[in-house]
């Protein structure tokens, strides 16, 4: 099983500042990488696959980096709507596995 | 509008069944792969099993083999887990998941049903 692992778990920032999010991969998953939103008491939103392609609606300030086993999500200006749990997938094998989950928080 | 209503969770002492239901509407789930997610309350996501469009394929994460079992009928536009064998550690929010056509992400998400499994 691939091993997803995001850092950090929690991001402290501010409202008009740039948050980058880390995932890794245990394994190369090539390109087969995607983030998720999930605010609370909501399902997960697909907001990127491919590891950099934006999902159809996600603002441009949202954007993925990275392959094989080093991924980023970057979310510039932050917006107040953006402070939410997020979650990056590996889609290369199964079981398709999730990262544990950065929580962005407001500082 | 493309929609995923579950159905089906509840409280259910361990060793216990239940089948969770998943009814698509907005777009013909013949035409998609699909998956069950599962997300124990304040923790992450799990992927637990996932049907080929016609049924013909099925796969399980480990934890599960053996007692879950996903299946579908594509005239009802209907999604099933069966779930035997209840553990604690089945406890969860179970999502129904459509995959990208073409590929394997999660690109459309139910509400989820919550099981409990408890005595």
């Known amino acids: 099983e691939v091993v997803m692992t995001q850092s950090p778990a929690t991001l402290s920032v501010s409202p008009g500042e740039r948050a980058t999010l880390s995932c890794r991969a245990s394994q190369s998953v090539r390109f087969k990488l995607a983030w998720y939103q999930q605010k609370l008491g909501q399902a997960p939103r697909l907001l990127i696959y491919g590891a950099s392609t934006r999902a159809t609606g996600i603002p441009a300030r949202f954007s993925g980096s990275g392959s094989g086993t080093e991924f980023t999500l970057t979310i510039s200006s932050l917006q107040s709507e953006d402070f939410a749990l997020y979650y990056c997938q590996q889609y290369y094998a199964w079981p398709r596995t999730f990262g544990q989950g950065t929580k962005l928080e407001i500082k | 509008e493309v929609q995923l209503v579950e159905s089906g969770g509840g409280l259910v002492r361990p060793g216990g069944s239940l089948r969770l239901t998943c009814v698509a509407s907005g777009f013909s789930l013949s035409n998609y792969w699909m998956t069950w997610v599962r997300q124990v309350p304040g923790k992450g996501l799990e992927c637990v099993a996932n049907?080929?469009?016609?049924?013909?394929?099925?796969y399980y994460v480990d934890s599960v083999k053996g007692r879950f079992s996903i299946s579908r009928d594509n005239a009802e536009n209907s999604l099933y887990l069966q779930i035997n064998s209840l553990r604690a550690d089945d406890t969860a929010l179970y999502y129904c998941?459509?995959?990208?056509?073409?590929?394997?992400?999660?690109?459309?998400w139910g509400q989820g049903t919550l099981v409990t499994v408890s005595s």
């Open positions: 998941a459509r995959d990208s056509p073409g590929d394997s992400y999660t690109d459309c």
């Open positions: 049907i080929k469009q016609d049924g013909s394929q099925k």
